[in-house]
């Protein structure tokens, strides 16, 4: 695990001292060891810088970047498979000078070329230059669990693992992208490709970019997609089979993901995901496999007790750290810096802390992100197919008149409910979902902190909404269910550019890889092709997996409704962060900023403290936004 960062530049204007800048700004991601490559040609200059996390092959034969004929790579993730790959290579007569994962990328690409993707299983962003051709290819694994930034402004092309490093370089032009300041207040994270400052991008995962330097030119290139196997029939197997099968499966890819020399822990919430990690690992293994789970300063969303007695059932050695509020509080002052684009996933401060703690026993943890996307573990899928086709089936005059009315008579005027917990909010998704109940619409309901028109209220310019894959439509209607439909668009939405990204910097703030088993590429590719009720069975979500976790711990220590990694926001909100608050949603600072609607802002943060306590996740919303702002504009 590490980071990367570097340019492209035709007006010929930057320098490896801008490199090591732009290099040492990812040092939390690679504390073991720093290299660069520049390199000046007639018409440009390229620059490759890496930071080292050291994980396999801990000798300077894995040092980086890494050169081989006329390639030079940098390299951020791990492959999984590269002893396989590597033994195939050397039956074609290769010589490796070490034995590191990086140089088994770019001998497998001096072989084949970039189709060598095809053979790779693992988390990756990497960069590699082709001296002989003049071409670079940038590539992001196919789940996009390693992240990778690029900017394109006329002559000067910049990439890295965190938006920081582009800070560094003198000719990185901050504009706020004021789209996406709408997307963020939207969805709580700018949705890929965009990002928050222009002409800056995120990769799409499963796809490269495939730069030909002597055109200036780029073009973006997929090579894996998920809803390639979604567009499949389901397979005709019956449900024991599928157990076994999927059994089999997850438990190659747990174990892929425990080649390292050095130590590996598993995050064990409790849940079904990671107990299934845990428990699979457990059942192969020797010695007793370390477990983390962390107890949040909360009753009623802490999954401890439950973690520690699964671990005493698998007989994993386990640690548990008791997180106090004071602890959780004094890391969010630093979330702007580590999270480096407005993101506002509170669950991102309990992550850092069982990062944090885990740091001290291992390098590498195994967490378990993927499995409710991949198995159909979220509420969100209960109410698409309990309420889905319900909604679709009022009659379209009754739905016309119901959502005139609610148009014209605001939620504030209705007697008692008003004063509910949440009307007000449930009130605006029904309006809007009695006006357009298409599964699409729903989807994006469930994903929304605000609709289009409420964004708009609080924004002080006019915005155009994104083009996402929140508004894919990709799952072609031969093969549409609305539960495939969703998971696969949570698959390249919420866990993309929320999970994924908040474990990311999570574990990098500590510098701990953060390792995802659920994310297997085999994995998905045989849960897509599964008949949907093996996966929601009667209202139960994650139906095959829980099955399987049974055979290895019993259903009483996991039948428990789903609590989730989170903290008592409303609670911090009202007390611990009021001053906080306070001075960041300022009307006078809000107004001389000029981003945000001041009035807008002054009014919610108003009925927040007035008992309005179910707008706690706008609040932070906003909240994340102006720390953001200040840390980097």
């Keep these: 695990m590490c980071g990367i960062s570097g340019f492209i530049d035709f007006s010929k204007q930057s320098s490896q001292t801008i490199l090591q800048r732009m290099n040492s700004t990812l040092l939390h991601r690679g504390s073991d060891g720093a290299g660069d490559f520049f390199y000046e040609a007639d018409t440009y200059q390229i620059g490759l810088a890496h930071r080292r996390l050291s994980i396999i092959d801990l000798n300077e034969t894995g040092a980086q970047p890494m050169h081989f004929k006329n390639g030079c790579i940098i390299f951020n993730g791990e492959i999984y498979n590269y002893q396989e790959i590597k033994k195939e290579l050397e039956g074609l007569g290769h010589l490796f000078?070490?034995?590191?994962?990086?140089?088994?990328?770019?001998?497998?690409?001096?072989?084949?070329?970039?189709?060598?993707?095809?053979?790779?299983?693992?988390?990756?962003?990497?960069?590699?230059?082709?001296?002989?051709?003049?071409?670079?290819?940038?590539?992001r694994d196919r789940a996009g669990v390693k992240p990778f930034f690029y900017y394109w402004d006329k002559k000067m092309f910049l990439f890295a693992s965190e938006l920081k490093a582009?800070?560094?370089?003198?000719?990185?032009?901050?504009?706020?992208?004021?789209?996406?300041?709408?997307?963020?207040?939207?969805?709580?994270?700018?949705?890929?490709?965009?990002?928050?400052?222009?002409?800056?991008?995120?990769?799409?995962?499963?796809?490269?970019?495939?730069?030909?330097?002597?055109?200036?030119?780029?073009e973006e290139i997929s090579y894996w997609n998920v809803y390639d196997y979604y567009n499949k029939n389901k397979l005709d197997i019956s449900f024991e089979e599928a157990r076994k099968k999927t059994d089999t499966i997850l438990e190659k890819a747990f174990q892929y993901r425990m080649v390292s020399d050095v130590?590996?822990?598993?995050?064990?919430?409790?849940?079904?995901?990671?107990?299934?990690?845990?428990?699979?690992?457990?059942?192969?293994?020797?010695?007793?496999?370390?477990?983390?789970?962390?107890?949040?300063?909360?009753?009623?969303?802490?999954?401890?007790?439950?973690?520690?007695?699964?671990?005493?059932?698998?007989?994993?050695?386990?640690?548990?750290?008791?997180?106090?509020?004071?602890?959780?509080l004094d890391l969010i002052t630093d979330l702007p810096y580590y999270y480096d684009e407005p993101f506002a996933d509170s669950s991102a401060i309990p992550?850092?802390?069982?990062?944090?703690m885990a740091h001290k026993q291992v390098t590498v943890a195994l967490s378990a992100d993927g499995g409710d996307e991949v198995f159909a573990g979220y509420n969100r899928y209960?109410?698409?197919?309990?309420?889905?086709?319900?909604?679709?089936?009022?009659?379209?005059?009754?739905?016309?008149?119901?959502?005139?009315?609610?148009?014209?008579?605001?939620?504030?005027?209705?007697?008692?409910?008003?004063?509910?917990?949440?009307?007000?909010?449930?009130?605006?998704?029904i309006k809007n979902l009695l006006q357009d109940a298409s599964y699409q619409n729903i989807a994006l309901s469930l994903s929304q902190q605000w609709n289009e028109e409420q964004v708009q209220s609080f924004c002080n310019f006019t915005y155009t909404p994104f083009k996402t894959a929140y508004h894919s439509e990709n799952v072609l209607p031969h093969f549409f269910t609305p539960l495939s439909y969703m998971m696969a668009l949570d698959y390249q939405t919420y866990l993309l550019d929320d999970i994924l990204q908040?474990?990311?910097?999570?574990?990098?703030?500590?510098?701990?890889?953060?390792?995802?088993?659920?994310?297997?590429?085999?994995?998905?590719?045989?849960?897509?092709?599964?008949?949907?009720?093996f996966k929601y069975n009667k209202g139960v979500k994650k139906y095959i997996?829980?099955?399987?976790?049974?055979?290895?711990?019993?259903?009483?220590?996991?039948?428990?409704?789903?609590?989730g990694f989170a903290i008592p926001i409303e609670d911090w909100l009202l007390y611990d962060l009021k001053d906080k608050v306070f001075y960041y949603l300022d009307k006078n600072r809000i107004n001389k900023q000029g981003v945000l609607n001041a009035e807008a802002v002054e009014k919610i943060k108003q009925q927040f403290y007035?008992?309005?306590?179910?707008?706690?996740?706008?609040?932070?919303?906003?909240?994340?936004?102006?720390?953001?702002?200040?840390?980097?504009?």
Excluded at 384 to 396: D, E
Aim: hydrophobic share 40%.
């Design 97 to 139: 000078q070490g034995n590191s994962d990086t140089e088994v990328i770019i001998q497998a690409y001096a072989q084949w070329g970039i189709a060598c993707l095809q053979k790779l299983i693992g988390m990756f962003a990497f960069v590699l230059y082709d001296k002989n051709k003049d071409e670079v290819f940038m590539v």
């Design 166 to 218: 582009f800070h560094q370089h003198p000719h990185f032009k901050k504009n706020l992208n004021e789209n996406a300041v709408a997307a963020f207040l939207q969805y709580g994270h700018v949705p890929t490709p965009y990002c928050i400052f222009e002409n800056t991008y995120k990769l799409t995962p499963g796809s490269y970019l495939h730069f030909k330097i002597k055109t200036g030119t780029f």
């Design 263 to 328: 130590p590996v822990g598993v995050f064990l919430s409790g849940g079904y995901d990671s107990a299934c990690v845990a428990a699979l690992l457990q059942k192969n293994s020797t010695q007793k496999i370390k477990t983390f789970t962390i107890e949040v300063p909360h009753k009623g969303l802490n999954e401890a007790p439950f973690a520690k007695k699964i671990a005493q059932h698998i007989g994993t050695e386990h640690f548990e750290f008791t997180c106090t509020s004071k602890e959780a």
């Design 351 to 356: 992550t850092s802390l069982v990062c944090k």
């Design 382 to 429: 209960d109410y698409m197919m309990r309420y889905g086709k319900k909604l679709q089936q009022i009659p379209s005059s009754f739905k016309s008149v119901a959502s005139s009315f609610m148009r014209a008579v605001s939620s504030e005027k209705i007697p008692i409910l008003k004063n509910k917990y949440n009307f007000h909010q449930r009130y605006e998704k």
């Design 502 to 533: 908040k474990v990311d910097r999570a574990s990098m703030r500590f510098s701990l890889e953060g390792r995802e088993p659920f994310l297997d590429q085999n994995i998905i590719e045989w849960a897509a092709q599964l008949p949907d009720h």
């Design 545 to 563: 997996l829980k099955e399987i976790v049974h055979q290895y711990i019993p259903k009483q220590l996991m039948d428990r409704p789903k609590m």
């Design 610 to 633: 007035s008992g309005k306590k179910e707008l706690a996740l706008k609040i932070w919303h906003l909240l994340m936004f102006e720390m953001w702002y200040e840390k980097w504009m």
